[in-house]
Nanobody
Framework: VQLVESGGGMVQPGGSLRLSCAAS????????MSWYRQAPGKAREFVAG????????NYADSVKGRFTITRDYARNTIHLQMNSLKSEDTAVYYC?????????????????WGRGTLVTVSS
C-alpha cells in the first residue's frame, strides 16, 4: 500500500509544474484523493481534493484558479497542475488517500500518505 509523488522541482515565479501521485496496493476508486503541502516552519495544509468518483473537486482559497486536481483511473494516478506559481507556493507537497466510509473494511487502510515531493518557487 503506497502513494508515490513525483514532478517536484524548482521553477521561477509565474511558471508551472505538474505533480503526479501513483497509488498502489488498494482499490483506487474507493478513495477520495487530496494534495496537502507543508512549507518550512509551518503546519501542513490542505491544497486540493477530488472525490472518489471524480465528480467534485475543492481547493484552498490560496490556489483557486491556479491549481487543478485530476485523477486517472486507468493509471491509478492523480495529478496537480500548478500554474502561475508564487514564492509562497514553495513547500513539500504530499498526496493523501482517504477511504470512502461506504467502502471501509477492516482490511483496507483508512488513510494513506505519500512521502512528499519538494516544490521550490524562486527566481
Amino acid at each position: 500500500v503506497q502513494l508515490v509523488e513525483s514532478g517536484g522541482g524548482m521553477v521561477q515565479p509565474g511558471g508551472s509544474l505538474r505533480l503526479s501521485c501513483a497509488a498502489s496496493g488498494f482499490t483506487f476508486s474507493n478513495y477520495a484523493m487530496s494534495w496537502y503541502r507543508q512549507a518550512p516552519g509551518k503546519a501542513r495544509e490542505f491544497v486540493a481534493g477530488i472525490t472518489s468518483n471524480g465528480g467534485r473537486t475543492n481547493y484552498a482559497d490560496s490556489v483557486k484558479g491556479r491549481f487543478t486536481i485530476t485523477r486517472d483511473y486507468a493509471r491509478n494516478t492523480i495529478h496537480l497542475q500548478m500554474n502561475s506559481l508564487k514564492s509562497e507556493d514553495t513547500a513539500v507537497y504530499y498526496c493523501n488517500a482517504k477511504v470512502v466510509p461506504a467502502f471501509a473494511r477492516p482490511e483496507y487502510p483508512a488513510e494513506v500518505w505519500g512521502r512528499g515531493t519538494l516544490v521550490t518557487v524562486s527566481s
